[in-house]
């Protein structure tokens, strides 16, 4: 069982940045891909990111391209998020999570079926 926790949101104005962190229970977390998600009130939860276990490759919403960068860190078996330039309309509760399944290791797409193992959630309020 993968267990995954968030930290690192807040508020902040437009135009801040926010960095956050997955924390993964077990060592072998290292190799799961691990996508973060979020979801802001009345709405969908969206895929905003994802990183391969095994090749490390990095996939984003368009919404966010140019914006947000996810990176790993597998000694301190860690996943952040770094969100640059932050609008009003980035406000939502921040999950990571990963997939479960023989190609855990790989992105799937960023679905929420896709994935298995979710974290609490962390909220991010961005004031105009």
């Known amino acids: 069982q993968v267990q995954l926790v968030e930290s690192g949101g807040g508020l902040v104005q437009a135009g801040d940045s926010l960095r956050l962190s997955c924390a993964g229970s077990v060592n072998s977390l290292n190799y799961y891909a691990i996508a973060w998600f979020r979801q802001a009130p009345g709405k969908e939860r969206e895929g905003v990111s994802c990183?391969?276990?095994?090749?490390?490759?990095?996939y984003y919403a368009d919404s966010v391209k140019g914006r947000f960068t996810i990176s790993r860190d597998n000694t301190k078996n860690t996943v952040w998020l770094q969100m640059n330039s932050l609008k009003p309309e980035d406000t939502a509760v921040y999950y990571c999570a990963a997939p479960s399944g023989s190609t855990y290791f790989y992105c799937p797409e960023l679905t929420r079926n896709e994935y298995n193992y979710w974290g609490h959630g962390t909220q991010v309020t961005v004031s105009s």
């Open positions: 990183i391969g276990g095994s090749d490390g490759n990095t």
